[in-house]
């Protein structure tokens, strides 16, 4: 396998710039650049010389095979931050025979290949990498801890043991078994399906506090939507004016709120209208609002055509700056307690957020409850379904495998890895 080698750290000018090296070259690499090589997992500093040339004075760490990020012999150059030392080192690093300039995500892929991570911990390291707000690092590390992959195989192991129950007693279906396993074959099997319908139940919550919730202000034209979502904002976002249908295009703010990433959505005033134009901004409107994950109706007196508030919404008055009660953008009236009852309505919504965070855990999650409950189905039918019931734990299992990415994956690890920066 090749060594490869990129910069870990972000581009430019910093403090401190980290250059990582993987493969089985990366120690020699280290002795040629050092003279010599410190001690395994031991930080020291050397001078990175090449050519003759002295290049930076550096910290240097080297990691024994099957003890790296990689699971490779591997080593990392902590240097001075600045552009001209970065590239003088990556220059020396390529005149190496046998070193490449690493491809996105291919440190992560290796470390994947070698076992050191299942594909959930991947996906886990990249939402950690991506994650803007509190709820999103807590998650992703839960992730990246290999939650995921615990769980599956104790899964696993559950519907491996029923399945084996099962086929045992096709073996022997011409000699007396002496003890009935149905019992016990359903047991693990409703056992392990109902912590997979909880955790399903809990995978949409998950993944909106990956993605991020949207909720939508609503209301009529001049209802101060705009003004409160530039007050929500700390700017001018949207343009605000005292003409009645401004708002043509759905304009979005993301922002954080109690810990979780939120895009509010300003929505053109609905009405009835003839104007083609300002009828288009209100179906926009319309189908994002109904989309979104919570809407604030600021209210005004005047009817919303179109849509109602649905259970959890958050309705209240507009402009309290005229009206001396509600909410008002002008002069920042219930602003605070609006975000308090947006924050904590979302909240709620996640408090049964699980481990399943994407949409390819949830797909394979469903895969396994379909086949259980078609497994016990064919138990209850007796030994004549036997082995309809054990080949349908077995594409539960497979359904777990995949979930970690054991088996049926290698179409999605290009997708997966093409959004990693090199360097990880």
């Not at 396998?1 to 089985?24: E, H």
């Not at 109904?290 to 209210?299: E, G, I, N, T």
């Not at 965070?357 to 497994?375: G, N, Q, Y």
Request: hydrophobic residues 45%; glycine residues 10%; proline residues 3%.
């Amino acid at each position: 396998m090749d060594t490869i080698y990129a910069l870990a750290s972000a581009r430019g000018k910093a403090g401190v710039a980290v250059l990582r090296l993987s493969g089985p070259g990366s120690h020699a690499a280290i002795r040629r650049l050092c003279g010599d090589m410190p001690a395994f997992r031991r930080a020291s500093l050397r001078r990175l010389v090449s050519e003759g040339l002295e290049l930076d004075t550096a910290l240097v760490l080297v990691f024994p095979e099957g003890e790296s990020f990689t699971g490779e012999a591997s080593a990392e150059l902590h240097l001075h931050g600045s552009i001209a030392v970065v590239q003088s080192v990556l220059r020396a690093l390529s005149a190496i025979e046998g070193l490449r300039l690493a491809e996105p995500g291919e440190f992560t892929r290796r470390a994947l290949e070698n076992g050191r991570l299942d594909l959930a911990q991947v996906e886990g390291l990249a939402d950690l990498i991506d994650a803007e707000t509190e709820a999103q690092r807590r998650q992703a590390l839960r992730v990246l801890s290999g939650a995921v992959g615990q769980r599956a195989e104790i899964w696993r192991k559950k519907l491996v043991r029923a399945a084996a129950l099962i086929e045992a007693t096709i073996d022997f279906a011409d000699e007396d078994v002496p003890v009935d396993v149905t019992p016990e074959v359903s047991d693990l099997t409703r056992a392990v399906l109902g912590d997979l319908k909880r955790e399903a139940a809990g995978a949409k919550a998950a993944e909106r506090i990956r993605d991020g919730f949207e909720v939508a202000i609503v209301g009529a034209p001049n209802a101060g939507k705009s003004t409160l979502l530039n007050a929500l904002a700390g700017r001018e976002a949207a343009i605000t004016s005292e003409f009645a249908g401004t708002t043509r295009d759905v304009i979005e703010v993301r922002m954080e709120l109690s810990g979780l990433a939120v895009t509010l959505l300003d929505t053109a005033g609905l009405r009835q209208t003839t104007d083609p134009v300002e009828q288009m901004g209100i179906d926009r409107a319309l189908l994002r609002a109904k989309a979104a994950d919570l809407r604030v109706f600021l209210q005004t007196g005047e009817d919303v055509p179109g849509i109602q508030p649905m259970t959890g919404d958050i309705v209240i008055s507009g402009k309290a700056d005229i009206t001396g009660s509600g909410v008002s953008g002008k002069t920042g009236q219930g602003i605070p307690e609006l975000l308090a009852a947006i924050g904590e309505t979302l909240q709620r919504r996640t408090a049964d957020a699980g481990i399943l965070t994407r949409e390819r855990h949830r797909l394979a999650t469903d895969r396994a409850i379909r086949a259980m409950e078609s497994a016990l189905t064919e138990v209850e039918k007796g030994s004549e379904r036997a082995e309809i019931a054990a080949a349908e734990l077995r594409v539960a299992v497979r359904a777990l495998e995949a979930l970690v990415g054991r088996v049926d994956v290698e179409d999605l690890l290009d997708e997966i890895f093409s959004s990693f920066c090199i360097g990880k």
